[in-house]
């Protein structure tokens, strides 16, 4: 796919190097910080003291890989270098003709699911100490998304200023916080200085305690559906709890939960609001979908519903992504995806959501970028 535009994706992730905590933590927590832990059977995985789950990390790598090649067990030097080494990451950018990426943690994604708030805040305060020092060797191409362990609003305004020093773009939210949830009014300082600071915060999947739980009925593949449904849940909550009502600047993201449900989602908050508000509690004045398509952003790979049903959206708040390096990437086949799925869309609605979307939202400035046919011609044959 060449185009005259640069192509950004919404979500990118690092694959955690092996010092990523242990270098970068509070040394009070040295002896326990998360770390990875060579096994004969499998492989290389993340060790987080206090959490039973453990993280294999063949599939947080496997972009690139076959379907019947995706494998749990891997070893940590058989992964994408540019995971956890900056310096070759703009070489697999360019290998799927992406110009920019905002970064999300992978291990930091487990984290937000931690039951030690003190743990998480000495993890995460470490994540974003290396995240800042790895995207400082690009820092025009690789955009990074800090952590806040959401231990109170106080300390969660702290957290962003000190994010914002760092250079980051985004803060990635942990599904829950540890001081009542995110509808209360005791929140609005936050969101506030979200605004204030230009930092967007973003609800990515599986960071949330419905999505730690593993639990569906059926065969395993069942669970892997149900991971977009604890997202869902948040914004139905800043929906339909207000949140929006009393902020009207913030704008949130809705990070890989894909974007084709979004329509019927719109339709039943509007249904239960036009038909239900006496009896069903909602702290809105207007339809539900007007605050939906107002002020969420939604994150999506190859989710073709969303690409055939634009109009039934606000196209101007879809983002595009590769996932990179995660085993649902499309890289490095981004290109000939984007070219299938993007043919029936104006040229303004293709470059808004594989560009302007995402610059608006993060500040970034287009001029200083590849266009996606350049990134690509420079990718090695």
């Given at each position: 796919?060449?185009?005259?535009?640069?192509?950004?994706?919404?979500?990118?992730?690092?694959?955690?190097?092996?010092?990523?905590?242990?270098?970068?933590?509070?040394?009070?927590?040295?002896?326990?910080?998360?770390?990875?832990?060579?096994?004969?059977?499998?492989?290389?995985?993340?060790?987080?003291?206090?959490?039973?789950?453990?993280?294999?990390?063949?599939?947080?790598?496997?972009?690139?890989?076959?379907?019947?090649?995706?494998?749990?067990?891997?070893?940590?030097?058989?992964?994408?270098?540019?995971?956890?080494?900056?310096?070759?990451?703009?070489?697999?950018?360019?290998?799927?003709?992406?110009?920019?990426?905002?970064?999300?943690?992978?291990?930091?994604?487990?984290?937000?699911?931690?039951?030690?708030?003190?743990?998480?805040?000495?993890?995460?305060?470490?994540?974003?100490?290396?995240?800042?020092?790895?995207?400082?060797?690009?820092?025009?191409?690789?955009?990074?998304?800090?952590?806040?362990?959401?231990?109170?609003?106080?300390?969660?305004?702290?957290?962003?200023?000190?994010?914002?020093?760092?250079?980051?773009?985004?803060?990635?939210?942990?599904?829950?916080?540890?001081?009542?949830?995110?509808?209360?009014?005791?929140?609005?300082?936050?969101?506030?200085?979200?605004?204030?600071?230009?930092?967007?915060?973003?609800?990515?999947?599986?960071?949330?305690?419905?999505?730690?739980?593993?639990?569906?009925?059926?065969?395993?593949?069942?669970?892997?559906?149900?991971?977009?449904?604890?997202?869902?849940?948040?914004?139905?909550?800043?929906?339909?709890?207000?949140?929006?009502?009393?902020?009207?600047?913030?704008?949130?993201?809705?990070?890989?939960?894909?974007?084709?449900?979004?329509?019927?989602?719109?339709?039943?908050?509007?249904?239960?609001?036009?038909?239900?508000?006496?009896?069903?509690?909602?702290?809105?004045?207007?339809?539900?979908?007007?605050?939906?398509r107002d002020h969420i952003y939604l994150t999506f790979q190859d989710d073709w519903v969303a690409f055939k049903n634009v109009d039934q959206l606000d196209w101007r708040r879809l983002c595009w992504a590769n996932d990179f390096p995660h085993s649902d990437s499309t890289w490095p086949w981004s290109q000939e995806?984007?070219?299938?799925?993007?043919?029936?869309?104006?040229?303004?609605?293709?470059?808004?959501?594989?560009?302007?979307?995402?610059?608006?939202?993060?500040?970034?400035?287009?001029?200083?970028?590849?266009?996606?046919?350049?990134?690509?011609?420079?990718?090695?044959?």
């Amino acid at each position: 796919m060449h185009v005259d535009f640069p192509i950004i994706s919404a979500d990118s992730h690092i694959t955690e190097a092996p010092n990523t905590y242990v270098d970068y933590i509070d040394p009070k927590y040295a002896a326990v910080a998360p770390r990875l832990v060579e096994t004969e059977d499998k492989g290389d995985i993340y060790v987080i003291d206090g959490m039973k789950r453990t993280i294999p990390m063949g599939l947080v790598a496997a972009a690139g890989q076959q379907a019947e090649e995706l494998n749990t067990r891997a070893r940590y030097k058989d992964l994408h270098k540019s995971g956890y080494d900056a310096n070759y990451r703009i070489a697999d950018q360019n290998r799927d003709g992406v110009s920019a990426e905002v970064i999300y943690p992978s291990v930091g994604m487990v984290l937000c699911n931690h039951p030690d708030f003190d743990y998480k805040k000495a993890a995460m305060d470490a994540y974003n100490r290396w995240i800042a020092e790895y995207c400082s060797v690009d820092p025009v191409r690789l955009l990074p998304a800090g952590q806040t362990a959401m231990r109170s609003p106080e300390e969660g305004v702290r957290d962003l200023e000190a994010l914002k020093a760092m250079g980051m773009r985004g803060v990635m939210m942990p599904g829950e916080p540890q001081v009542e949830d995110y509808d209360s009014p005791v929140y609005g300082e936050f969101w506030d200085a979200c605004v204030d600071l230009e930092l967007v915060p973003s609800f990515h999947i599986l960071t949330s305690s419905s999505d730690a739980s593993n639990r569906s009925r059926g065969p395993k593949m069942n669970n892997f559906l149900s991971i977009i449904r604890g997202n869902q849940d948040i914004m139905g909550m800043f929906v339909l709890g207000g949140v929006f009502e009393r902020h009207p600047r913030l704008k949130v993201v809705c990070v890989e939960a894909d974007a084709g449900w979004a329509p019927h989602f719109m339709y039943r908050m509007d249904h239960a609001y036009d038909r239900h508000r006496k009896w069903l509690t909602a702290n809105v004045s207007k339809a539900p979908s007007q605050y939906f398509r107002d002020h969420i952003y939604l994150t999506f790979q190859d989710d073709w519903v969303a690409f055939k049903n634009v109009d039934q959206l606000d196209w101007r708040r879809l983002c595009w992504a590769n996932d990179f390096p995660h085993s649902d990437s499309t890289w490095p086949w981004s290109q000939e995806m984007l070219d299938e799925q993007t043919v029936h869309l104006t040229g303004e609605q293709t470059r808004a959501i594989l560009c302007d979307n995402t610059a608006e939202l993060y500040g970034i400035d287009v001029s200083t970028l590849p266009v996606g046919g350049d990134a690509l011609a420079a990718a090695p044959a």
